[in-house]
């Protein structure tokens, strides 16, 4: 004979939230890439015609990137007057929470990306930016070579607040989350979860910790804004290519006259020496 199921009533527990501070200090460098403002233009407007393919002509008369450009481009900035320039984009931090539980037992990346997440949108990243310059292949069905600049932070350091559900979730869950986040995920460009090269891993850290205090005050925003400007190098590789470019840059500022003999144009951009550094100070 059946039994009747229980009609009492159904009790629902309360959520509360529950906040962590952390510093995050980098084990490997952190490579930013913003999307430059020329392809957001094209995307907005792709039939304007600063923005179609170059005929050979064209591209015979000039140089097909501008590094010093395209390295001040890569960076996500901080609201002007806030400390430091650099910025690191908060959904960074949150999804390398959410992908880690892919590889961590008990986890649920759905469940993380619902119960998760950091007040506003930009974390403070603090350290000295370089030029990093890499042969690339596209992603076009030839894999055609190409240059790409970036901004890389070798020594970097950020503070990070995460909000989180509880009673689901708890601080020390977090931590432990986002500990292995850092080991096998990272943040930014060519990080460790993309399984080729090894950029953007961390470490947890007491926001007292001295290593974070270091990093903070030795790259602040007026050190940043002056690697900005007047950049070192990542690496020998970025070097060699920056030197490669300013003498095409030198050439693509000569024209043609009249008569088809060459003829200096005034140049209107200053074409930047290459001899600064490799390592940033």
Known sequence: MATKENDGPIVIESLRTGTAIVGLIGESAYVSNRMSAKVKQSLLSPEDPGLKRRTASERAQGTKHDPLAEYQGAIHRMPEGSEPLLAIPAV?????????????PGANKAQLGR??????ELLPLFGLPQLHMAVVRMADMSHTPDIRTRAAVRTWATIVEIRYVMPLLTESGILNLLAAAGQIIGVGDGRQEKGVFSFGQFEVVSVD????KAIVTRGNRAA??????????????????????APAMARACVGLDAKGE???????????VASASRNGA
């Open 92 to 104: 960074q931090v949150k999804r390398a929470l959410a992908a880690v539980a892919k590889d961590v």
């Open 115 to 120: 119960l998760v997440w950091l007040p506003g």
């Open 209 to 212: 910790d001295p290593r974070l």
């Open 224 to 245: 940043q804004e002056k690697a900005m400007a007047s950049p070192t190098f990542y690496d020998d590789e970025s070097l060699q290519l920056y030197e490669s470019w």
């Open 262 to 272: 060459a003829k200096q144009v005034k140049v209107t951009k200053k074409v930047p």
